[in-house]
Nanobody, 117 residues
Framework: QVQLVESGGGLVQAGGSLRLSCAASGRTFSRDAMGWFRQAPGKEREFVAQVTWMVGTTTYAESVKGRFTISRDNAKNTVYLQMNSLKPEDTAVYYC??????????WGQGTQVTVSS
């Protein structure tokens, strides 16, 4: 089993910044990547960013490129999402996930991010 615990969400004004953290524990060895997804009210969950665990290759959704940065700390088994220049449309519950192969097998409980205009 793998446990993922997110933290760092909150309320911020448009143009502000937040940093999300996701601490992983359990049987995390050999995972291929960790990532962030988000779900806004009335919308489907969408991909935000991912980082491959061994090499550190990053991928971003077009909507966050240039504003969000995903990073990892292998020693702490933690992945981060630095979010800058936040917009009201970034308001959502943000979820951390871990991937083996093509499947996102494990998910965190989510953390709320609210951006006021």
């Amino acid at each position: 089993q793998v446990q993922l615990v997110e933290s760092g969400g909150g309320l911020v004004q448009a143009g502000g910044s937040l940093r999300l953290s996701c601490a992983a524990s359990g049987r995390t060895f050999s995972r291929d990547a960790m990532g962030w997804f988000r779900q806004a009210p009335g919308k489907e969950r969408e991909f935000v960013a991912q980082v491959t665990w061994m090499v550190g290759t990053t991928t971003y959704a077009e909507s966050v490129k240039g504003r969000f940065t995903i990073s990892r700390d292998n020693a702490k088994n933690t992945v981060y999402l630095q979010m800058n220049s936040l917009k009201p449309e970034d308001t959502a519950v943000y979820y951390c996930a871990a991937r083996w192969g093509r499947n996102w097998n494990y998910w965190g409980q989510g953390t709320q991010v609210t951006v006021s205009s």
